[in-house]
């Protein structure tokens, strides 16, 4: 059984609202790794963690989190949401953005690290991910989410624009160029490089969003646990994980 057949299809208890096709298959894997550990009650850092979409309910299960995050507007929604949620108490809001990450957090300090679309746009994504794996415990984990870059080329050339989608798809970084909004994009090989060449031990690739932003609202919306599972069942599949919108690389700093 993998890790994605082990979340309720429906509603977890971990995160309260019901699961969604952009969310299901991080939570599956999150999940998993809590079980595991279900007997410690984890210090978490969530690098980018903005309002806290995963920091509340992984205070709510009962974890101490850090969020890191550059923007004082997200940190000040945080704040209020925690305290809504009753866990400010378990949670420590930090002003600061990727780039400075190894002077904020001290190195072997938490056991698992969240690392969401926050590579895309840091000045150099290898340093970054170096101090989210040096913030670790041996034996922690680290979750990445990163754009893709083959669902960004085939967006814009469906979408007509063959020039940008021919462009993107013969940068090195995977951009239109110096109006991109993102930095760089990221195929599978070349994410879990990235994490491996910091010294940690990658367990799994998953696609996030396979087909989520493809569909019509309409259809997303009415069938929703019906993508949901469809998500889940093609997420760790090539060549369907390949070509989601974003790619979660889980890894483990060696014990």
């Known amino acids: 059984m993998t ?4 979340v309720e299809q429906t509603r977890d208890p971990l995160t309260g609202p019901p699961l969604t096709p952009r969310t299901a298959v991080i939570w599956s894997v ?13 210090r978490v850092l969530d690098v980018g963690g903005g309002t806290g979409g995963f920091a509340v309910p992984l205070a709510q299960a009962g974890h101490q989190v850090t969020v890191v995050d550059a923007s004082p507007d997200a940190l000040a929604a945080l704040t209020r949401r925690a ?3 009753g866990v400010a108490d378990r949670i420590h809001a930090v002003q600061g953005d990727g780039d400075a ?24 994504p290898a340093p970054v991910v170096a101090a989210l794996v040096a913030a670790l415990r041996p034996g922690g984990a680290v979750s ?9 080329v085939l967006a814009r050339a469906t979408g007509g624009h063959l020039d940008t989608a021919a462009a993107l798809a013969a940068d090195p970084n995977g951009t239109t160029g110096p109006r991109d909004t993102l930095r760089r994009r990221f195929d599978a090989d070349g994410a879990a490089a990235l994490v491996r060449s910091a010294g940690a031990v990658v367990e799994e690739i ?4 396979v087909l989520a932003d493809l569909l019509p609202a309409a259809v997303a919306d009415s ?18 994980r390949d070509f989601a919108a974003a790619l979660h690389v889980f890894a483990r700093r060696p014990a």
């Open 223 to 240: 069938q929703q646990a019906a993508l949901v599972e469809l998500e889940r069942a093609l997420a760790g599949r090539s060549p369907y």
């Open 3 to 6: 890790r994605l057949d082990r």
């Open 83 to 85: 305290a809504e949620a």
């Open 101 to 124: 990450l190894a002077g904020l957090v001290d190195p072997g300090s938490v056991d698992l690290v969240l690392c969401h679309a926050v590579l895309e746009v840091v000045d150099d």
């Open 144 to 152: 990445v989410l990163v754009a893709g870059r083959a669902a960004a």
């Open 30 to 42: 999150l999940r998993a790794e809590l079980d595991r550990r279900a007997d410690t009650r984890l």
């Open 206 to 209: 998953h696609g996030v969003r």
